[in-house]
């Protein structure tokens, strides 16, 4: 067997049951062979964190320019009965803030200002939602949104923007 692949296979205990109030264990053998293949071309992958960037800055921007815009309405004067003034008020300003920072975030300009600004939205906006008792279901795509926003504000825009070329 070649040195390489030896060092692969590897013996451990792994922890498997409770028995009497008592942990047993059980000595296993575990190749890890197809695993070390995998990472290979996977680490290969982090060279493209750039798109990536791209790619989630682009994921966000659609996110907030479609739900921006869905808004709309609202800087007409169209409510639905029944609305406080208040929360007119907070929809009117996500209109036009949402879409804003939508294109901000799709050419890559203010980036992490951007990616801060919805970040806010979407913790109010699961406070919001969760204010009637928390239902994951009903908060996962704000949550999702918040983690992305919050890479964002971590990470930056990435080559592939105006961030980068201003830079």
Not at 86 to 104: H, Q, R, S
Not at 123 to 134: D, E, N, Q, W
Request: hydrophobic share 55%.
């Amino acid at each position: 067997m070649h040195a390489a692949t030896t060092a692969l296979r590897i013996n451990f205990l792994l922890c498997t049951s409770f028995a009497r109030g008592q942990l047993s264990a059980t000595l296993c053998s575990l190749s890890l062979l197809p695993l070390h293949s995998f990472m290979q071309t996977t680490w290969k992958l982090s060279k493209y964190k750039d798109v990536a960037h791209l790619v989630l800055r682009l994921a966000v921007a659609a996110a907030f320019l479609y739900h921006g815009t869905m808004k709309f309405g609202f800087l007409q004067g169209s409510a639905p009965e029944g609305m406080s003034d208040t929360l007119v008020m907070i929809f009117k300003f996500l209109a036009i803030a949402e879409p804003l920072a939508g294109i901000a975030l799709l050419i890559g300009l203010l980036t992490q200002v951007a990616a801060a600004g919805v970040a806010l939205v979407m913790v109010c906006a699961i406070y919001f939602k969760a204010s009637g008792g928390f239902d994951f279901g009903k908060v996962e795509l704000e949550i999702i949104l918040l983690a992305a926003s919050v890479a964002l504000v971590i990470e930056g825009a990435g080559a592939y923007s105006l961030d980068a070329k201003m830079r």
